[in-house]
């Protein structure tokens, strides 16, 4: 599944979810933009991975998340 909502021509919002059904996992990708030009600006990122079946962990933990991530990313090219 994929969406995509664009707020202005430079920021936008973007998801991705997907299912693997041989590992029963579900990935989601959520990306945030607010962009100065084409290539320049900043990108907010959250992943996360869970699991879709009980699982348990090396530690004997019950849980469906198997990993989350947020990242921050300010990109800015220079011209030379």
Known sequence: F???LSFH???YLQT????NSTTHQVATNV????????????YVVYNTNAITVD????HDL???TLGRALLI???YRFSF
């Open 31 to 42: 990306r945030f933009a607010l962009l100065s030009t084409s290539s320049n600006g900043l």
């Open 2 to 4: 994929r969406f995509n």
């Open 62 to 64: 019950d849980r469906t």
């Open 16 to 19: 991705f979810t997907q299912y």
């Open 55 to 58: 699982y348990t962990d090396p």
């Open 73 to 75: 990313k300010y990109s």
């Open 9 to 11: 021509p430079k920021s």
